[in-house]
């Protein structure tokens, strides 16, 4: 979404900049450069157009973030009759060192390679069976140049979601079977028949 942002403001500002400069020096004269400035202008209306993809939901190619959450994939595997190369689109949530989920869930986009494809049928799998999966990024080969080799190549691996840690619980208020508690409050006793504690009472 950054990038977006930045083409967004920057096309916007050359293009009123340019605008306001048109206006300024029109007088009637300097067709050329006036064309010139059209055509610029247009241009960057263009880029600004393409920068929104990125706020109307198309998948991201950014890079995926070191730790995420999986909440599902769509794998569109290469097709030699159509030339396409394929893809993996992923709905995720980026992860904190705590597991915890960090802003809201995005759509990225990632090549298609043979290992990214089991890591997430192996995830989507896990997560029928209402497993959370979290994924992390692992660092790729750069010394290969056989393409039989880089439809091995694995990006990412995805595995069981570790569930948070829960605070210790204070052994020093435990009971034993039958007895009153060892410390930290005062147990009430409850009458059999009503099922009402019994309230002491006050020594005279």
Do not use: C
């Not at 293009?15 to 202008?41: E, H, M, P, Q």
């Not at 190619?61 to 394929?86: C, R, V």
């Not at 809201?104 to 290992?115: E, G, N």
């Not at 005062?186 to 009503?194: C, H, S, Y």
């Amino acid at each position: 979404m950054a990038e977006g942002i930045i083409g967004l403001s920057a096309s916007f500002l050359l293009l009123v900049a340019l605008i306001l400069w048109l206006i300024i020096l029109s007088k009637g004269k300097f067709w050329i450069i006036k064309s010139i400035v059209i055509t610029v202008a247009t241009l960057f209306s263009i880029i600004v157009l393409l920068s929104l993809k990125d706020f109307i939901g198309w998948p991201s190619k950014s890079e995926l973030p070191q730790e995420f959450q999986l909440h599902w994939a769509i794998i569109d595997e290469p097709d030699k009759i159509k030339n396409t190369e394929g893809a993996i689109y992923m709905w995720i949530t980026r992860l904190d060192k705590e597991n915890k989920n960090k802003g809201l869930p995005r759509a990225y986009k990632i090549d298609y390679t043979r290992k990214n494809h089991e890591q997430i049928i192996q995830g989507l799998i896990s997560l029928g069976d209402g497993i959370q999966q979290k994924g992390e990024k692992v660092k790729v080969k750069e010394d290969i140049d056989i393409d039989e080799d880089l439809s091995n190549l694995q990006e990412i691996v995805i595995y069981e979601l570790p569930k948070p840690l829960l605070p210790e619980k204070n052994t020093s208020t435990r009971t034993e079977q039958g007895g009153p508690p060892t410390s930290g409050f005062n147990a009430l006793e409850i009458d059999p028949e009503t099922g009402r504690p019994i309230i002491e009472k006050e020594k005279e």
